[in-house]
T-cell receptor, first 113, second 115 residues
């Protein structure tokens, strides 16, 4: 069973609107959680990374939250732009295995004019 | 820095042929990762190296896959013989132990199609 579950699988939003993506994980012992953005035909690019003690982190219009107690994270996109159309992947790292990251399946976001 | 460089960007081959994918990590990075991405399975770690030494190859699907890192600036992933189910996008990523959280920088990927 995948240790990182993302929802929704895909979503379509109008340009200028906000949206929130969800990530639930069971990876333990937890080290950090990151969100990657993957544009079509490109490699993933890191947006944010949070450790156990961090609740929120922003990168421009992207804001990630982390609740380590409930093992949940969210990525909020504010005032979406066409360039936000991409797959957003939640990735969790365990303290036991530095080199191996656990990847979610991703949420495909489509921003329409 | 040019980032992680992969070649070729696209590869189309016939079943049974040998395929070699290449990667040049970011200079100074001491970790190198090979991933495979498919619609069905998402991103999967195949193998990773530390200081040119393979650390974990448990993700390599079978003996047809092999990876080498002869020096700090070059790695190859070879598939011999290739099969249609190997069709996927293969990513190389690198990171530095100095970045404790293992921030991995991905290359653009090689899209492999096996006919």
């Amino acid at each position: 069973k995948n240790q990182v579950e993302q929802s929704p699988q895909s979503l379509i939003i109008l340009e200028g609107k906000n949206c929130t993506l969800q990530c639930n994980y069971t990876v333990s012992p937890f080290s950090n959680l990151r969100w990657y953005k993957q544009d079509t035909g490109r490699g993933p690019v890191s947006l944010t990374i949070m450790t156990f003690s961090e609740n929120t982190k922003s990168n421009g219009r992207y804001t990630a939250t982390l609740d380590a107690d409930t093992k949940q994270s969210s990525l909020h996109i504010t005032a979406s732009q066409l360039s936000d159309s991409a797959s957003y992947i939640c990735v969790v790292s365990s303290r036991d295995s530095w080199g191996k990251l656990q990847f979610g399946a991703g949420t495909q976001v489509v921003v329409t004019p | 820095d040019a980032g992680v460089i992969q070649s070729p960007r696209h590869e189309v081959t016939e079943m049974g042929q040998e395929v070699t994918l290449r990667c040049k990590p970011i200079s100074g990075h001491d970790y190198l990762f090979w991933y495979r991405q498919t619609m069905m399975r998402g991103l999967e770690l195949l193998i990773y190296f530390n200081n040119n030494v393979p650390i974990d190859d448990s993700g390599m699907p079978e003996d047809r896959f092999s990876a080498k890192m002869p020096n700090a600036s070059f790695s190859t992933l070879k598939i011999q013989p290739s099969e249609p189910r190997d069709s996927a996008v293969y990513f190389c990523a690198s990171s530095s132990v100095a970045g404790w959280y293992n921030e991995q920088f991905f290359g653009p990927g090689t899209r492999l199609t096996v006919l």
